[in-house]
């Protein structure tokens, strides 16, 4: 998409035409899903925890995955959307797995970097909507409940999410404005 394309945010600028959208500083560090967590942990914004996965020897991605505990979740990080994006049980399975999802990431995404983050069966899928201004302010416009999906694509939000409680939902949007300011966000996103 051209709104998540930081040359496209880079040729808009030096053409004298204003983009609507993030910065491209932030949209290469938001882009890259292991640069984000990266970003995301020392900000002090609370993460799952994970690795990035370096080169493709399964040794390797055997303890990192012994170190962050089964289930493991292997992510491109590159892109979203649920591409590139498998979940392993056991050695055996991440070993299979984890060959796919760099396949598919590259396919997808250009690059077949991948990392690993300790999946969380029942989970709830949580979104909040911030905005920030080219002088540093940003706010949050509340939540939304996006866990209805199919293959990782969102069918239903309903926002507020019925899942939280009052002081979640405050905590939460406290979150979301420390980690857009992480990253010098300007617009609206996500």
Sequence with gaps: ??????????????SHI????????????????????R???????PILPGREVVGDDPEETL????????PVLIK????????GMRIAYTDSSLVSSFQMARTEARLAFGTPEVYLERF???SRHVEVQVVGDSQGNIIHLGDRDCTIQR???????EAPSPALSPEAREEIGRIAVRAAAAVG????GT
């Design 63 to 70: 303890k990192i995955a012994e170190e962050i505990g089964y």
């Design 120 to 122: 969380v069966p029942k």
């Design 185 to 188: 966000y300007v617009n609206a």
């Design 18 to 37: 204003t983009f609507i959208g993030p910065s491209p500083e932030s949209i290469r560090a938001m882009g890259n899903k292991a640069l984000a967590r």
């Design 1 to 14: 998409f051209l709104a998540e394309n930081a040359d496209f945010a880079e040729i808009c600028h030096s």
């Design 76 to 83: 491109a990080s590159g892109g979203g959307g649920g591409k």
């Design 151 to 157: 293959r990782y694509q969102k069918l239903i939000e």
């Design 39 to 45: 970003l995301m942990e020392q900000a002090g914004v």
